[in-house]
């Protein structure tokens, strides 16, 4: 059975978008890059809304560029080798292999998806994950906060739910960024 997990780079108060300028900094070190990668090679479905695939996407090709770091290329072979399912309803075609469009999110179809599969499924994008949330379906959640509070965007939590999580794993780079790793009971 596959664990679905909600992982996001996340500033100091909480949010995966700034209403203004970036989310700060730490993430962007190759260290921070390699434990990324590592932490979700058994992820075998990704979950995206539309806004977070036309993001994510770039890791399609990425590896066809000239002099690509290895950190990039390693999360490159991890994604590509990943099914992606897209919600979107505005999404005509997908520009990445072992890609589909869902036109809404179906709560029993991950449900299912969870209880078939020996990988983990990975949802990303606060408006998505809010559903799965909603539902019931998140057993992990990864923060990676920098070390910048922006003071309002899109939150990674979405407002109105209450959630009491055990923090299992955390770990502090040199960069200032900082891992939390948390199971729902």
Request: proline share 5%; charged share 25%.
């Amino acid at each position: 059975m596959g664990k679905l997990i909600y992982s996001m780079i996340t500033s100091l108060d909480g949010y995966v978008e700034a209403a203004q300028g970036d989310i700060g900094r730490g993430a962007e070190v190759p260290e921070v890059h390699t434990f990324i990668g590592r932490r979700f090679r058994d992820v075998g479905t990704y979950l995206y809304g539309r806004r977070m695939y036309e993001i994510m996407v770039f890791w399609e090709t990425v590896h066809q560029q000239p002099d690509v770091p290895p950190h990039i290329l390693e999360y490159s072979e991890i994604w590509r080798a990943a099914d992606k399912v897209v919600y979107s309803t505005t999404l005509e075609e997908v520009r990445s292999k072992r890609t589909r469009i869902e036109r809404e999110f179906d709560p029993e179809a991950i449900r299912r998806l969870k209880s078939e599969t020996d990988h983990d499924i990975s949802v990303n994008g606060p408006a998505l994950a809010a559903q799965a949330i909603a539902a019931g379906l998140v057993d992990e959640y990864h923060l990676f906060l920098t070390t910048s509070a922006v003071g309002g965007g899109k939150r990674f939590f979405p407002d109105g739910v209450r959630l009491d999580l055990e923090l299992v794993e955390h770990k502090v780079f040199p960069s200032g960024l900082v891992y939390l790793g948390y199971r729902a009971p």
